[in-house]
């Protein structure tokens, strides 16, 4: 695992000014939650630097793409999007922006992308984000030609950059996103992630915890560690992640906590009991299993088999009280069977997920997957991921209804999208609220003025989907 010793540059809240008539700069972010947590870096930073962070694709003058390689869908996306905000400047008669591509795809394809149509002039890696206001201010500026040879790809790995959002920017209303470590040293054989964010390497714990103080003092009760496997954090050797969260849990104000994403492997006993012991901890586990079948697991390298998963989620009932779970399939992995299918389907009525995350098997290249044959084919596939959504939308039926009548404690998170349809109506009208469970369940319910933050109770009435409906209780 890297880890690393001495001075840490100083990649938090601004860089020096670098110049008149700065420009204006539209983010927009694709992927997992570390994209957002390194958008909100990259806005610091470009803020601090002196540039004007607009809302909207056409107020700007610069756009940066953050983008995500996991699948060759998430990945066809941003090339399309970029076609599309290079049209939207020819239709309405504006300059062409200056576009950037950030995150995963910019490590995963660098100089690629600044070739053919659908080209972007700035191409910039997940450690390198302190070189955008430098490499921005080029680019725009006036005097300087824009076809100038500048350096416009900056890729590859540093152990030492770790960025930090700026609390004030964070837009989640009550649970902070802080990345405690970045990279994976898993190289499970499908994954694209351990190439496009490099080996392992944690934030130090001194650096965590100031984060967080931040956090509180600027009003959040929340936080949720991230990282593509925050159970393996160990600072040098000698703080693991158990010991990790007793730290955070020592912050006077800070309320809850909670994490993603939980290998199986890492779900040791001891961090289960940290977990059902401390107060602040959420209930709550993402521990992608991704299969169900042995044979397929092995071929995938998670370093567990369905049966010790199991026994994993039998010690989590035993040690967290009120735990629930939620996970990451992948349908159609080179060789998988109709038996191994199977097999994920019985894990799936077994666990009962709160939430399952499921994908077609996409290939990426370079990974040690792509050298096996991608034999299922992709109406196979298709098949294979409906079946697998309509067994966990059964199974989750069958939890759901057990929670019916049953009255919660949740913390309003802010104002929900649902709404009451005429002939569906469930006796409420709106405005309608949302609440979360610290075993992160969401009850929407109704009423003209909740303060978000505020802990209050509700009586599960019925659900929609994954959303319970509730009535506020005195
Ligand atoms: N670090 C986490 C998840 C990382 S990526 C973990 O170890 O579980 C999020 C999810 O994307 C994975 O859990 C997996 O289900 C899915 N995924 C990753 N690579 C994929 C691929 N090549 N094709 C389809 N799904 C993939
Ligand atoms: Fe990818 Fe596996 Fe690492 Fe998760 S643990 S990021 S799936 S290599
Ligand atoms: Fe995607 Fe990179 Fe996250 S590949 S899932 S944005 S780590």
């Not at 088999?305 to 399939?329: C, H, K, W």
């Not at 034999?375 to 059964?394: H, I, M, S, T």
């Amino acid at each position: 695992m890297a880890t690393f010793q001495g001075d840490l540059p100083d990649l938090t809240q601004t860089a020096a000014p670098v110049g008149e008539n700065l420009a204006s700069v539209y983010i927009e972010t694709y992927g997992c939650q570390m994209n957002v947590y390194d958008s909100q870096a990259i806005n610091g930073l470009l803020e601090g630097a002196g540039y004007n962070i607009v809302q909207h694709d056409l107020e700007a003058d610069v756009i940066l793409l953050n983008t995500c390689s996991i699948r060759d869908l998430a990945e066809h996306k941003v090339i399309s999007r970029v076609g599309e905000l290079r049209h939207r400047r020819t239709k309405t008669e504006m300059p062409q922006p200056v576009i950037g591509v950030c995150g995963c795809m910019a490590e995963r394809m660098g100089k690629d992308l600044r070739k053919g149509k659908r080209r972007v002039d700035l191409v910039v890696g997940v450690d390198n984000y302190d070189t955008l206001p430098g490499l921005i201010s080029k680019l725009t500026a006036k005097t300087i030609p824009q076809h100038a040879h500048e350096r416009r790809t900056v890729t590859g790995h540093r152990s030492d950059a770790h960025y930090v959002a700026p609390p004030s920017l964070y837009p989640i209303n009550n649970s902070h996103l802080v990345t405690i470590h970045k990279g994976c040293d898993y190289k499970c054989t499908y994954c694209i992630v351990p190439y496009t964010r490099g080996p392992q390497s944690e934030k130090s714990p001194e650096a965590i915890i100031e984060e967080i103080s931040g956090i509180v003092a600027g009003g959040g009760r929340e936080v949720t560690l991230l990282g593509q496997n925050v159970t393996a954090y160990n600072w040098q050797q000698n703080m693991d992640f158990a010991k990790l969260v007793e730290e955070v849990a020592e912050i006077d104000g800070l309320e809850r906590i909670r994490f993603l994403t939980g290998h199986p492997t890492d779900m040791h006993p001891h961090l289960m009991d940290t977990i059902g012991r401390l107060e602040k901890v959420c209930p709550w586990l993402h521990v992608p299993v991704q299969s169900g079948s042995d044979r397929v697991l092995r071929r995938m390298k998670r370093l567990y088999t369905s049966g010790q998963y199991l026994e994993m989620v039998d010690y989590a009932r035993q040690a967290i009280p009120n735990v629930t779970f939620s996970t990451d399939f992948i349908v159609g992995f080179p060789g998988e069977t109709e038996q191994d299918f199977q097999d994920t389907l019985e894990v799936t009525r077994k666990v009962k997920y709160d939430q399952a995350f499921c994908f077609k098997y996409s290939e990426r290249p370079g990974v040690p997957a792509a050298k096996l044959n991608d034999d299922v084919p992709d109406v196979e596939k298709k098949r294979r991921l409906a079946e697998l959504l309509a067994v966990q939308e059964e199974t989750w039926n069958a939890v759901a209804d057990t929670c019916v009548g049953q009255v919660w404690p949740g913390v309003v998170e802010g104002q929900a999208k649902h709404q009451s349809k005429p002939g569906q109506d469930d006796g409420q009208k709106g405005p309608f609220w949302r609440l979360r469970t610290s075993n992160n369940r969401k009850i929407i319910v109704s009423a003209d003025e909740l303060k978000i933050g505020a802990e209050l109770k509700a009586r599960i009435n019925g659900y929609k989907n994954t959303s319970f409906l509730g009535e506020l209780q005195d």
